[in-house]
């Protein structure tokens, strides 16, 4: 995960990869019978610790605050990996493309579930669910895909901005919650 | 100790109120029960899905069905349906 991080989803040589791991080159292949098979079990695997973390972060039936929070926790832990994954989207293989959208399906569905708590029983949204969800992702991407812009030199943009973005969503939603 | 998860969606349930009916011996959740309890079928899965991911990312729903159909793939209930069948 840590060569694919480094040196980018499709670039990542699996001679290296082979090294790091402390396997001769080969091996790789006796696990993995392809180079994608092993691209798609590292997204999986990313894709796996980014929603488990939210799941334990979130538990409880939080508030958007904590979810948001656990939410930039998840993606700090696995920052670099998850940039790769955002950038390279288009390029990877079918299947490994999909993880993304169920990491964001399981993000979407716990913000879905907070603000429904916050704004009250029975109270009409005012803005659809998708484009606050966008919102939110859109100011995280942004500042992921031009960490060099904002972090120049720190090892997570996010660890340095994610509590700012955070206060700046939820002064956005306001109206949508009651809290 | 991991939370159990559902066989259907994926989804953790760490609570009685994740599982469907309630019970926390149902080996999926309450997202992916019929009005009775009953496990959804994969037609009714890929439905719900693809509806759930247009109305909370707005994709396009053909992308959004793909990506459900792509997930859905990786899960116990419905690793041998075999692909692009209904």
Redesign the interface.
Same mark, same amino acid.
Not at chain 1, 128 to 131: A, K, S
């Given at each position: 995960m840590g060569v694919m991080a480094e040196a980018g989803l499709m670039q990542a040589a699996t001679a290296v990869i082979a090294q790091r791991a402390g396997v001769a080159h080969g091996t790789v292949f006796a696990h993995f019978r392809t180079r994608e098979d092993l691209l798609c079990a590292v997204i999986?695997e990313l894709g796996a610790r980014v929603t =488990?973390r939210l $799941?334990e972060l979130s *538990?409880g039936n939080r508030g958007l605050l904590d979810l948001l929070e656990a939410h930039v926790q998840g993606l700090v832990e696995n920052e670099r990996l998850y940039t790769r994954l955002v950038a390279e989207r288009p390029l990877i293989p079918? =299947?490994a =493309? @999909?993880t993304l *959208?169920?990491i964001? @399906? *399981?993000v @979407?569905?716990h913000?879905?579930e907070a603000l429904e708590r916050e704004a009250g029983q029975g109270r009409p949204r005012r803005l659809? /669910? $998708? /484009?606050l969800?966008?919102t939110w992702l859109g100011l995280l991407h942004h500042y992921l895909l031009h960490a060099d812009l904002f972090s120049p030199g720190e090892a997570s943009v996010l660890r340095q901005h994610g509590p700012t973005l955070v206060r700046y969503f939820l002064a956005l939603v306001a109206d949508e919650r009651s809290v | 100790m991991q939370p159990k998860t559902c066989i259907a969606c994926g989804m953790p349930m760490s609570r009685p109120a994740d599982f469907a009916l309630g019970d926390v011996n149902k080996e999926y959740c309450v997202h992916c029960a019929r009005p009775d309890g009953s496990m959804q079928s994969y037609v009714e899965k890929l439905q719900s899905l693809t509806a759930f991911i247009v109305r909370t990312q707005g994709l396009d729903e053909r992308a959004a069905r793909e990506g459900a159909a792509a997930m859905m793939a990786r899960l116990p209930a419905w690793k041998d349906h075999p692909a692009g069948s209904p």
């Open positions: 999986e =488990r $799941h *538990v079918p =299947r =493309r @999909s *959208v169920m964001q @399906s *399981v @979407s569905f913000v879905g659809p /669910l $998708h /484009l969800f966008n | -």
